[in-house]
C-alpha cells in the first residue's frame, strides 16, 4: 500500500503531540473535571502511536535494506533535523508511563517502562544531537535562508531527557547515584539550551533577512517555543528535587527555576505573538496541510508545562491563567493537526476531472 504522506521521522511528532497533552493535562496548577481521565486517555492514545510508526518505520527499514533509508534521512539537509522527533516521541511516552499511567500499570511496571524509554530515548537523543548538525557541517548543502525551526529538533531532545530524568531521581539509591544522575540531567540542560540559542540566532536572522519562509515551513516557527517551553519546565522540576538530593547546593540549583523560568516565559510570549502573527499572515493567503502542522502541538504543550511549573513555584494566580490558556491553545493545535492528518488519509472521492501536471506540482517532461 502506497502510503499519502512518505514515511519519515517527522511522523514521530504526532506521539509527541499527542503525549504532550498528558503531561500538560497533568501539569495544570488547578482542577478540572475529568482531567485525569483525560490525560490518562491521550497517553494510551500516543503509546498507541508510538507502537504503529515503530513498527511501519522497522517495515519501511526491512523494504529499503537495514541502512539505506536511515542514511537518506540524515543526508537530507530538511529530513535529517526531524530525526530528533523519534527520541522526544520515547521520552514523552516514558514520563507519561511514571505521570498518568500508573493506574493502568501498576508503580513498578509503570517505572520499568519509564526506564527504559528514557534510557532508549536519551541515549538516542545524545546520538542525533552530535550526529544531525555534524552532518549539517560536513554534508548537507545549506544557504542563508535554509534556516527553519527545525534546527532545532535535533538539539532538545537531551532537554527533554532532563524533564523526564527528574522523575526518575528519587527512585534512585540515595548519595552518589541520585547526585549523579541529577547533575547529568543539569549537564543535558545546559546542552540544550546553549546549542539551541546558537540555532535561534541563526533562525532570527534567516526571518528578518530573508523573511517568510515557504507556506508548509511557517508551523516550524512554532517550534522555538518548544525550546522555551520544554528548558522552563526542565528548571522547575529538576530544581523541585534537588535541595532534598543536594543539601549541600541544593537551594543554588533551585533558584535556577525563577532566575532563569520567568525571563525565558517572558520571551516565550514575545515568540508566541510572533508565531501567531506569521501563521496568521499565511492563513490569508493559504496554508497547506504538511506534517508540520504538528507544530503547533508538543511545542505549545511545554508551555503549559513549563507555565504551571512557574504557577507551583510562585503561586502566582498569573501563570496559572497562563497555564489554562495555553492548554485551550495545545487542545485547538492538537484538532487542527489531527484533522489534516486524517483528511490525508482518508481516500478521495475522484472529480471526474483531473488537473494538469503542472497544476498539482508534477514536473512536465
Keep these: 500500500m ?37 490525560a490518562l ?15 511501519v518505520g522497522l517495515r519501511h527499514r526491512i523494504e529499503g535494506g537495514r541502512t539505506g533509508q536511515r542514511v537518506r534521512h540524515q543526508h537530507d539537509p530538511v529530513m535529517a533535523h526531524f530525526c530528533g522527533a523519534p527520541p522526544m516521541a520515547l521520552l514523552t511516552v516514558g514520563t507519561g508511563a ?14 520499568g517502562v519509564d526506564a527504559v524509554l528514557w534510557t532508549a530515548g536519551t541515549l538516542l537523543g545524545l546520538w542525533v544531537a552530535v550526529a544531525i548538525p555534524y552532518r549539517a557541517i560536513t554534508t548537507h548543502d545549506v544557504g542563508d535562508a535554509s534556516a527553519t525551526g527545525g534546527w532545532l529538533m535535533p538539539v532538545v531532545p537531551p532537554l527533554v531527557s532532563a524533564t523526564g530524568g527528574a522523575v526518575l531521581v528519587p527512585y534512585l539509591p540515595a548519595g552518589q547515584p541520585r547526585e549523579t544522575m541529577l547533575l547529568v540531567c543539569y549537564a543535558f540542560f545546559g546542552l540544550s539550551v546553549l546549542a539551541a540559542l546558537l540555532v535561534l540566532n541563526q533562525l532570527w536572522h534567516r526571518l528578518v533577512r530573508h523573511g517568510v519562509p515557504a507556506p508548509a515551513a511557517v508551523p516550524t516557527v512554532w517550534i522555538v517555543l518548544g525550546f522555551l517551553g520544554q528548558s522552563t519546565t526542565a528548571a522547575q522540576h529538576l530544581g523541585e528535587i534537588a535541595p532534598a538530593t543536594v543539601p549541600g547546593y541544593g537551594h543554588a540549583l533551585q533558584m535556577l527555576t ?14 508566541a505573538a510572533l508565531a501567531t502573527a506569521l501563521t496568521v499572515r499565511q492563513l490569508r493567503d493559504g496554508l497547506p ?16 508545562t513549563g507555565t504551571a511549573g512557574l504557577a507551583v513555584a510562585t503561586g502566582l494566580d498569573l501563570f496559572k491563567v497562563g497555564a489554562g490558556l495555553a492548554m485551550l491553545a495545545l487542545l485547538t493545535g492538537w484538532a487542527a493537526a489531527t ?5 490525508t488519509f482518508l481516500p478521495r472521492r475522484p472529480t471526474g476531472r483531473l488537473a494538469a501536471p503542472e497544476q498539482v506540482g508534477v514536473p512536465v517532461p
Design 2 to 38: 502506497r502510503l499519502p504522506i512518505p514515511y519519515g521521522p517527522n511522523w514521530y511528532a504526532a506521539v509527541m503531540g499527542t503525549g504532550v497533552i498528558s503531561l500538560a493535562a497533568h501539569s495544570l496548577p488547578f482542577s478540572v473535571p475529568a482531567l485525569d481521565a483525560l
Design 41 to 55: 486517555l491521550f497517553w494510551l492514545a500516543a503509546a498507541a502511536l508510538l507502537v504503529a510508526i515503530g513498527a
Design 98 to 111: 511514571m505521570t498518568v499511567g500508573r493506574p493502568v500499570l501498576g508503580s513498578t511496571l509503570a517505572l
Design 258 to 271: 525563577l532566575c532563569y523560568g520567568v525571563p525565558a516565559w517572558g520571551f516565550t510570549l514575545l515568540w
Design 289 to 304: 496541510f504538511a506534517p508540520t502542522w504538528w507544530s503547533f502541538t508538543f511545542p505549545i504543550g511545554t508551555v503549559v
Design 339 to 343: 484533522t489534516g492528518t486524517l483528511r
